[in-house]
């Protein structure tokens, strides 16, 4: 089987599965209007607008490991979804991000049923009430965990996982956030080592092994999980980086330039503020880390990226880390064609436009 069609049917079960469990949820928090019904309807537009390729791997695990995706597969990754949406919300809180995924972020969309205080108060209370969403997305889905079916031995594994992964997760977000604020340069090793956290283990090792242990796969087997995910979850940050400067909003649904706008500290930054000199550096410094920054500036530090050679730097990074995946790929005992759906996976995270 392909990765388009393997996904695609994963997506549509996942769908559904979110779909019901939030449906599930609609009697506890009915008599708490408006804003019960509301948030569960919003987190459910918000999720479904995903690409769903985590809460797919959970289940892509199970049966790499002989078991078949069942419901318990197919829960898991209806909790991995709700996590990533509630990461999502509190990430554009703190970027700053007006919007998500083709539409307004969360916060954005609350600030815009704000009672009519105006101004800063708008924004206060949308950002409020987006952290709140942010975090009933996160305690719904490890609801969604604590009640998989099958043998306890093998959900708990799942179960202690999430929590584990999650809370670094929360660690990698913290040396993002410091990484902003530091004056000297990141080298590559530490950039590489937020996005091991912030991004690589949830995204794609996590849901691997939580599969791999719901089908009772040999626990042998787990460090070479954990070294693909972690390999294919870096190729896949430094990608995002890549749209992040250079994608289109039509299809990436964010913005162009943010990450330039926060001053985060990726690859592509690490880069410009290494090698630019005289009046480009001059310029660059008063762009990078400002709010205001204007589509001029941000065609100019993309112009930038392309004429230092910064752009391909970080491509070359992502050609050797996907090449390592390649043969992490290869090296795995599991059937033919759930190495090709990996396979498939990785290519489609090096060419992907959103």
Do not use: N
């Amino acid at each position: 089987m392909t990765f388009d069609r393997y996904f695609g049917q994963a997506k549509k079960r996942l769908r559904d599965d979110v779909t019901a469990f939030l449906a599930s949820k609609r009697g506890d928090v009915s008599r708490l209007r408006p804003w019960g019904p509301d948030v569960l309807q919003r987190l459910r537009t918000f999720t479904l607008k995903g690409k769903m390729i985590r809460g797919g791997l959970v289940a892509l695990g199970c049966e790499m490991a002989g078991g078949r995706a069942g419901a318990a597969a197919v829960r898991a990754g209806t909790a991995l979804e709700l996590i990533q949406s509630g990461l999502l919300i509190h990430d554009d809180i703190m970027d700053r991000d007006p919007r998500r995924r083709g539409g307004p972020s969360i916060h954005e969309q609350y600030a815009r049923l704000a009672p009519a205080s105006g101004g800063s108060g708008d924004a206060h209370f949308g950002t409020s009430m987006a952290i709140c969403a942010g975090e009933i997305a996160i305690f719904l889905a490890f609801e969604a965990m604590a009640g998989l079916s099958g043998p306890s031995k093998r959900t708990a594994v799942a179960q202690r996982l999430f929590a584990s992964e999650f809370g670094l997760v929360g660690l990698g977000q913290m040396l993002d956030i410091e990484a902003g604020t530091a004056r000297e340069l990141l080298p590559e090793r530490r950039v590489l080592e937020i996005y091991r956290y912030k991004t690589a283990r949830y995204s794609f090792y996590l849901p691997l092994a939580a599969g791999w242990e719901l089908g009772g796969g040999r626990s042998s087997v787990r460090p070479a999980l954990e070294r693909l995910g972690e390999d294919l979850g870096l190729v896949f940050q430094i990608k995002d980086d890549e749209l992040g400067l250079f994608g289109s909003p039509g299809k990436t649904g964010k913005p162009v330039g943010s990450d330039i706008r926060e001053g985060k500290r990726t690859l592509l930054a690490a880069g410009l503020l290494g090698r630019a000199t005289g009046t480009d550096a001059e310029r660059l410094g008063g762009i990078f880390g400002h709010v205001g920054a204007t589509e001029a500036d941000i065609r100019f530090t993309r112009d930038l990226a392309e004429r230092l050679g910064v752009r391909e730097e970080a491509r070359q990074v992502m050609a050797r880390l996907g090449r390592r995946a390649g043969k992490e790929i290869g090296a795995l005992p599991v059937r033919k064609g759930h190495r090709e759906i990996l396979q498939g996976l990785l290519e489609y995270i090096v060419s992907r436009t959103s």
